[in-house]
């Protein structure tokens, strides 16, 4: 069974559109150079990232957790003429990857980079939110869906990775992690401001829309 699944996975990347060849070169040195590097979007869900900001055209997009770059890249593809994306994160090393690798790239005057932690930057942005990206510690997940949920604009969208956590979510005892994201699963479903699908799309995809 694994083996059909990781050759439709093959087959499912040969048909896809390439990425840039700035994206390559990051998602290479991510796995040559981070014991972590499960923790960047990767090529699949990066093109997902892409065309789903392409079909939403955002004026300004906010990630929650900037890792390398990768998603930040990948989100800045598609947004209108003079929309941007703002970037928060916690680590100073992964950042200072993330800023070169964004300056190299035709999106630099695209990308804001906010170093610190997000649940105290977010209540001071001023920016309503086309599109949203959560993709940081898993225990915060429902307080930064809470933190933000005001700030996007009636028909924008929210979007959290990981949510499946490896088939964790199924476990009958689920660790601090899982719980957590368990517990937002239920929390978006339950929320009848939005509608919501959860893609299977690598770790889980949860895709949400404000009504």
Not at 81 to 95: A, P, R, S, Y
Not at 136 to 160: H, M, Q, W
Not at 188 to 201: M, S, Y
Request: glycine letters at 6%; one cysteine or more.
């Amino acid at each position: 069974m694994n083996e059909i699944k990781n050759a439709l996975s093959d087959y499912a990347e040969s048909f896809t559109s390439p990425e840039s060849e700035v994206l390559t070169r990051l998602r290479e040195h991510c796995s040559a150079n981070y014991s972590d590097s499960a923790m960047l979007s990767g090529f699949f869900q990066g093109r997902v990232l892409s065309l789903l900001s392409h079909m939403i055209r955002p004026q300004v997009v906010l990630e929650i957790g900037t890792y390398l770059g990768y998603s930040a890249l990948c989100l800045a593809e598609g947004l209108a003429e003079g929309g941007k994306v703002i970037t928060l994160d916690v680590q100073e090393d992964t950042n200072r990857v993330a800023r070169s690798a964004v300056e190299s790239s035709s999106f630099a005057d695209k990308i804001e980079f906010l170093l610190g932690n997000a649940v105290d930057i977010i209540p001071n942005l001023s920016e309503s939110f086309d599109l949203v990206f959560i993709d940081a510690d898993k225990p915060n997940y429902s307080n930064y869906y809470n933190l933000v949920f005001e700030k996007v604009r009636p028909g924008g969208f929210i979007l959290a990775d990981n949510v499946l956590w490896s088939g964790k979510v199924l476990a009958e005892y689920k660790d601090v992690e899982t719980q957590a994201l368990h517990d937002f699963n239920r929390m978006v479903l339950a929320d009848e401001r939005v509608e919501n699908v959860l893609l299977p799309i690598r770790d889980g995809l949860m895709i949400v829309r404000k009504k």
